[in-house]
């Protein structure tokens, strides 16, 4: 809950999310952080494990549901971002397989 004043069409300090890009709720109306092709990336550990047969040390990669467009502005890696946040002014829709499993088909048409 916010103490601040409500001014219309500016977003709440409760709209900041820990790791989202943007206030929740300025993207598409409907639409969440889960339906975002910008959530989640791959990332590499930061401690390796010695590979004898290779002779050096190997990372291994692990996939993070942080927000790719929060690591491109802050140069930081972001908390995870739950799915069911409401979606950001930086939302991309990801293109999901139609049926028949030819082309990309979007899920929501705006
Ligand atoms: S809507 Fe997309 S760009 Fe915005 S915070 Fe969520 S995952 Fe990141």
Request: hydrophobic content about 25%; some cysteine.
């Amino acid at each position: 809950m916010s103490f601040m004043t409500k001014l219309e069409g500016v977003p709440d300090s409760d709209a900041a999310k820990p790791g989202m890009a943007f206030f929740a709720g300025t993207g598409p109306y409907g639409a969440t952080c889960g339906d975002c092709k910008l959530r989640g990336y791959q990332r590499q550990s930061m401690k390796g494990v010695w590979n004898e047969k290779l002779q050096q040390e190997v990372f291994r990669n692990y996939r993070v549901t942080s927000c790719q467009q929060y690591r491109r502005l802050t140069g930081h890696h972001g908390a995870p971002v739950d799915k069911d946040y409401p979606a950001c002014k930086y939302f991309e829709a990801v293109e999901k397989k139609s049926p028949d499993g030819r082309g990309t088909d979007n899920a929501r048409q705006d």
